[in-house]
């Protein structure tokens, strides 16, 4: 274990190689994250292919119509979280949400093995509806349980690496499903994310065990003084204190209207992709395996990109820099199908913006969450996560619909694009530096307090690097 004063002197390594920015007593925790990551993208990115090729058939009439949907089941399943969030310790939490969505993929299957019109109709509806859930849910309770062990220090060093997990097992799972969508059926792809989901629980298990095992001599005394100790403890709170708690900070306000601009754009650039591979491709297995190639590709260049730049990017240019950098490449890639809308310039410009978000936005979005309580790490953040993003999802999907009824044509819309990736991107460097000043501050506030001895619990005294 190390104390407060050993984590400031040893708080940048001075080797360059990535795998010397995990100090020595952090690196089974970091393993044990970044192969629990591995496993969830894994099982997504099997079940992604699929979801693309059901919202290419329909158009974007039902596409509009199944985003919207989705934001409706946000808006159910966000507080019946939050009531999960209040009452079970954050172990179980990770259990229950986990298993529940195994369960769902099992049901998904013997569904699918009916031979019944309308059944398989509304099973494949269904199926995107849940997709769309579950990778928002999957990945926020990941990166909330991240944000609650680990300090804004650390998640400046680490989280890209741990991303780079995570896109590990996007690339396998895109690799597998491209080499086995012509040969088995649906039903039998979505049995190996069951897998995938279970192997990841294990190692969620052994990160809490890692965590727990050097404050146990701490826990104990708090539990014989009447409290829990951090990692068994629920949030607590209120069912929709989460959404009160967004309404009230001006800090989590301004991440909704971040990200809000991110599923805009994003959505914007999905519709485009559903009206171009419809054109100009015609078999659903055809469609399927492109969607699989494409997210083959952006995820090697997303691996690449957190392993060699996210760290960087994130330590010496800061927050705000990440932050805004997905904004640029939205700007330059409006601008390439405002005058090319072409499937060519739309492959490069999906997997630049893809890997862009994956490489850099999201380990900086996810140090946002390192300086705020840890009632708003779980439910803030859950109710940010999803139903701000598919209320984003479906409000742009809406405009886009009514858009295209009026005769506004790629061109024109890609156009009046480009002034809202300007602002998104002065909301983006706005928003780093009030994260950077909310690290400050914490950093202050705990100058001298008592710790509880482990160098990678939520309670370290990590030095936060100063931004540039």
Known sequence: ??????????????????????????????????????????GYMVVRPVRETMGSVGGTQQLQ??????????????????????????????????????????????LMQLDIEW???????????????????????????????????????????????????????????????TRLSTGALLLLPVVMIETGLWFAWRLEKQFARPSREVNSQKANAGKRGPSESPAGGGVLSGITHVARSPYLAMI??????????????????????AAEI????????????????TQLLTLAIQALLSGIVLRRFGVSVALVVLPVIYFAGFLSLAFIPALSTLVVTMIATRAGGYGITVPAREVLF????????????????????????????????????LGMGITAMN??????TVIWGTIAWRLGRMQKGRALQATSATESPETDGTCVSSKERDIDEPEH
């Open 1 to 42: 274990m190390t104390t407060p004063s050993d984590a400031a002197e040893t708080a940048e390594p001075t080797r360059s190689s990535w795998w010397a920015r995990v100090r020595p007593e952090e690196r089974t925790a970091v393993v044990y994250a970044t192969a629990w990551f591995f496993c969830i993208l894994f």
């Open 65 to 110: 119509g199944l985003m919207l949907v989705t934001f409706l089941v946000m808006l159910a399943a966000v507080p019946l979280y939050s009531a999960l969030v209040a009452r079970l310790p954050r172990r179980w939490l990770v259990r229950v949400v986990y298993h529940f969505f195994a369960s769902c993929l099992v049901a998904f299957f013997l």
């Open 119 to 181: 059944v398989r109709t509304w099973t494949a509806r269904c199926f995107f509806v849940w997709v769309n859930v579950f990778a928002l849910f999957a990945t926020s309770v990941f990166w909330s349980v991240l944000a609650d062990l680990f300090t804004s220090s650390q998640g400046k060093r680490l989280f890209g690496m741990i991303a780079a997990g995570g896109t590990a097992g996007a690339i396998t799972g895109s690799l597998l499903t491209s080499q086995v969508a």
């Open 256 to 277: 909704c209207a971040f990200l809000v601009l991110v599923q805009f754009c994003g959505t914007q650039l999905y519709f485009q992709q559903a009206e171009i591979v």
């Open 282 to 297: 015609e078999t659903k297995e055809a469609r399927t395996q492109l969607f699989a190639y494409l997210d083959l590709g």
């Open 370 to 405: 390192t300086v705020v309580s840890r009632e708003d790490k779980y439910k803030s953040k859950s109710f940010i996560d999803t139903v701000v993003l598919r209320g984003g999802d479906a409000l742009s999907g809406q405009l886009f619909g009514v858009a295209r009824q």
């Open 415 to 420: 156009l009046w694009a480009l002034p809202l």
